[in-house]
């Protein structure tokens, strides 16, 4: 009660908007900052009035780019107000996923599916077709099928895997919105089919029709591949070989493994593992102790003090954000660009509107073909210097890609990128540039080198093991000329994890 009444004095007199001129101002900050996060969007507008405070303030520093809005978005109120009214439903249903209220969550899931449904059954989503993919997202029938997608994961929550399945099937079977999770979808989908209602030649037509799909990416890719392999290899699986027969190999191969043993920290309750390390020496971000000292530190810390110990004086811990890093750093140029219209539409951007696309290499591709080639030739001075370059003139300004602290100087990045060599970067961030939206998950934990070397290393706790974004990028790192390995953390005196 006393932080009540402390609150009401500090905050003074308050106004309260009525509902309808305050439904009016979010619409407006709804267009004026579009992003791609709707239920953000759909929160009356408190984050874009925040984020306009927080610049007038000058805390927050946005890069520099000119704004060009040349496509109409919504064609009428209506349009807006459709896309609108689907975004409170999909914020609300992710509030009750969140909390675990999942009957509710399914309640207000199917009622706005009915509603929104009949609402797009009026729509025609021609108009929505033609709009680029990253000015689609802010469409009513965008918001719906994101909104579906949610209602699988709360019926199959619930096990109801056959309401799952049809939805699922719906979903694939429209081609206009959210094509970057079909891959998800037919993974799923087969997942219902098979374990859960036993249909399982329904699910192997499932999978080789994933397999087909232009749209599946990589790791998804190489899931249906995993599960296809299991299914034909399992006691009765050679009722399915006929059809499998035209399953592509896969090339992706193993890699190698170690084993790094450490004292398993006592604690109660789950959680991630820690582990005690009698060591000198400082690891990552921990000071110095002195000899014999104990020190706690997780998993990805003890293998630090592996590789340390190989002769990599330098590592870090980042997984994606190292290499996202050194990507924002070496095309921050690119990025910010003019002359794309619509990626930049206000002035409280992090980033251009097609980044997560595959427009974002289109748009950009001889710019882009030019810095991978620049990149690809570049001496270790030369790559230094574009580095500096960036950091000197752009650092703590916002955006995703670049996390600022994550190097300890801009020394540090430079080891790195020396270290790393013009060709092996130019082959990632060709990766990157052109995928950005599915490339910069499963990266791997660490990156430690020296002054003639470098190493990749997945880290993987007790009971962990490789997604099959991971395994794709560690054999991708590998055709790079790469050095990788998955190290395996376990405790002493429990029993070895058995390695393939």
Known sequence: MWCVHRAKELAGNCVRVARAPRAVLSRLLLLFSLTDAVEEEASSGQNQMSTVLLVNMGRVTFPQYKVARKTTIFRNRDDLIRYET????????????????????????????????????????????????????????????????????????????????????????????????????????????HQHLKQTEQAVHCILEGLDDGHVRPGHRLALHQRATRLRDSPGGKKWQPLLLTLPASSIGDVPHVTVKGKLCPQTGTGNSFFLLETAENINSLEKKGDGAMVICSVEQLALAHYRQQGFDQGIHGEGATFTTLFGLLFWDIIFMDGIPDVFRNSYQAFPLDLYTDCFYTNRREAVDSRLELVREASPLTLQSLIADVWRSQEGKATPLVTWQLFSSLQQAQSLVSSLGGAFLSGVCERLVKDLRHYRAGLPDLVVWNSNSFKFAEVKGPNDRLSPKQTVWLHELRQLGAEVEVCHVTAVGARSTRLS
Not at 86 to 99: C, T
Not at 111 to 127: C, I
Not at 155 to 169: G, I, K, N, S, T
């Open 86 to 193: 689907a975004g409170h439903a999909l914020r609300d249903v992710k509030v009750l996923m969140e909390s675990g209220h999942w009957e509710d969550a399914l309640e207000l899931y199917k009622n706005s599916r009915d509603e929104q449904s009949q609402a797009a059954a009026s729509n025609d989503s021609r108009f929505d077709r033609e709009l680029p993919v990253y000015l689609r997202c802010f469409t009513a029938g965008w918001v719906h099928v994101r909104l579906r997608s949610h209602g699988v994961e709360i019926l199959q929550r619930l096990r109801l895997y056959q309401e799952a399945v049809e939805e699922l099937r719906a979903l694939l079977a429209q081609t206009v919105y959210c094509a970057a999770s079909r891959g998800r979808w037919w993974d799923r989908l087969a997942l219902n089919l």
